[in-house]
């Protein structure tokens, strides 16, 4: 009996123990750990998607699309509701044209309740997956950034990434325009993962649409005839500007070689670049134009004053002489600027002085940023006046010790152009339904002064240097460049040079400025034997494109 009673009590106190535990474990569930258990549930059964918001398109003037979002989607899983990751992984790679073990690895990790399968799919393929109906295997649709037009203005779109978020270029400088405001939906699914209902939801807007100065016709040529041009000089690449200097409307920004915008993930960063934005070259003769521009300004002479000039000048420790031998002669301003003289331009530069060179130099837009709606600019490198040494009032006068942006020298030229006023540069002519404001703009030279560097510069093309810029049936007035490089470890390479030619035309009333540059030619390094012929195809055809009446019909063939 005694045993009996024992027996009882210890199977009432196992009992007891037992109920003990279950209550404190209960009771730590159900109080301790019931947030993290309820979040897990929570999880497993409700879901939220987000919608970025479409991204605005990009256009070019004309309304032709250059960046726009395609329909794709996105596959997602939760990896605890998939009953046989082996096979659900095998459907979905081959459907998706993924690597099955990759999707197995995804769908076999237990500790997730969300795992992107692939992001931004084919949609004709991930409708296919669709209709398979894995547990656990959801989609959505996304916006796949897209250029239509592959190559052309790749450095000047840039690009937005998987995430719809501007990367480089116009892309990343107009994220807070082109990007969407975020919408969201809450759903809640049954325990095969199927949406039984939304409990909330948020709605989500498109980023505005940009319209661009760029015009796809005379990019798309511009971008040509530099390959042409790299190719039969075997040059190391090229850039050229085409901008309207009634407006700083840039009609084209080229740099060559390009690339296609949809692969810019796997581009080299070297070749991502805008390089008429931020990449810097000593700009050599085409330089002149702030000297002669001054001395004109500053009453110092008139185009016909006559300098008797040497081959050579010695300035400071230096020798400088004009590119081709010659004697001793007797040039009128004119003539300097038409035969490119270097001797020729530093007198000119010594009459002026440096003080006053200096602030022309700053008036013209070189040494400052230009403020063109394209992001990361370089403001250029030029020497202040108090780190002038003897022999600047030498080269900077002639180009070299300077370096400058192709936009800043588009701006520069714009300036005569457009009557002595400089209008900042811009690639934005619309953002929505809003027009851009008015143009920066400042007076530099007198309407007189203009006219006359032009018409100087109309002598280049004539009779000068600049003789293969010529454009049947129109006046043209420009300038060529041709500097040699910096080397590395100091002074100046013999081999490498950047040959260069800026223009205006119709001469008589410029609608456009054109400037080419071509980086390391070989066989010929001049620009008014390398870049001269590449402004006059390109000029040439912008022209007849936008139908402007010639000026000089006489030379019509």
């Known amino acids: 009996m005694k045993l009996a009673n024992r027996r009882i009590r210890l199977v009432l106190a196992v009992f007891a123990f037992s109920f003990a535990a279950m209550f404190l474990r209960a009771a730590w569930l159900q109080g301790v750990r019931a947030g993290s258990y309820a979040r897990l549930a929570d999880g497993q059964h409700r879901a939220t998607v987000v919608d970025p918001g479409g991204r605005g398109a990009i256009f070019d003037r004309t309304g032709v699309q250059l960046a726009i979002g395609r329909q794709a989607t996105t596959v997602f899983a939760n990896p605890r509701q998939i009953r046989d990751p082996e096979a659900a992984a095998g459907l979905i790679a081959h459907a998706l044209k993924l690597d099955p073990i990759r999707v197995q690895n995804l769908l076999s990790d237990r500790s997730r309740v969300f795992v992107y399968v692939a992001r931004k799919a084919d949609p004709v393929r991930a409708a296919i997956l669709k209709r398979a109906g894995i547990a656990g295997l959801s989609f959505v649709s996304e916006e796949q950034r897209y250029y239509p037009l592959d190559q052309v203005a790749a450095q000047v779109l840039g690009y937005a990434g998987t995430d719809n978020k501007g990367l480089a270029g116009l892309e990343l400088g107009l994220e807070d325009k082109l990007s969407g405001k975020a919408g969201s939906e809450t759903v809640i699914r049954d325990p095969a993962g199927r949406a039984i209902n939304v409990i909330r939801s948020s709605a989500a807007h498109a980023g505005e649409n940009v319209t661009l100065t760029i015009d796809r016709a005379i990019q798309a040529q511009a971008e040509a005839v530099l390959r042409r041009t790299i190719d039969q000089w075997h040059a190391k690449g090229a850039s050229a500007i085409v901008l309207d200097p009634k407006t700083g409307g840039i009609l084209a920004m080229a740099v060559e070689r390009g690339y296609d915008a949809n692969r810019f993930p796997i581009v080299p960063r070297d070749r991502q670049r805008n390089r008429t934005v931020t990449d810097t070259y000593e700009p050599g003769s085409t330089f002149k134009v702030v000297t002669v521009s001054a001395v004109l300004s500053e009453g110092l002479v008139t185009p016909q004053t006559a300098f008797t000039l040497p081959y050579e000048i010695h300035v400071a420790d230096r020798i400088i002489r004009d590119a081709h031998p010659r004697g001793t002669e007797r040039m009128t301003v004119d003539q300097i600027v038409s035969h490119s003289s270097n001797v020729g331009t530093i007198t000119l530069a010594e009459k002026l002085g440096a003080p006053r060179l200096s602030e022309w130099v700053s008036r013209f837009g070189f040494g400052h940023k230009t403020g063109v709606d394209f992001p990361g600019e370089s403001q250029g490198i030029v020497p202040t006046l108090d780190r002038w040494s003897g022999s600047t009032i030498g080269t900077l006068p002639i180009g070299h010790g300077i370096a400058i942006t192709p936009v800043q020298m588009a701006a520069a030229y714009g300036t005569v152009a457009n009557r002595g006023v400089w209008l900042r540069p811009h690639l934005v002519e619309r953002i929505g339904s809003n027009g851009r404001r008015a143009a920066t703009a400042r007076r530099v030279l007198t309407p007189r002064v203009a006219r006359q560097v032009l018409r100087m510069m109309e002598d280049v093309v004539i009779e000068g240097t600049g ?91």
Not at 491 to 519: C, E, H, K, N, Q
Not at 532 to 547: N, S
């Open 467 to 557: 003789q293969e810029a010529q454009v049947p049936g129109y006046k043209v007035a420009g300038k060529t460049g041709t500097a040699a490089k910096p080397d590395p470890d100091g002074g100046y390479s013999t081999t490498r040079y950047v040959a260069s030619f800026v223009g205006m035309v119709p001469a008589t009333s410029p609608r456009l400025v054109v400037l080419v540059t071509i980086d390391e030619p070989r066989a010929a390094i001049w620009g008014g034997v390398v870049a001269a012929p590449a402004f006059q195809q390109i000029a040439g055809f912008d022209l007849q494109y936008l139908e402007i009446p010639p000026d000089d019909p006489a030379s019509l063939p």
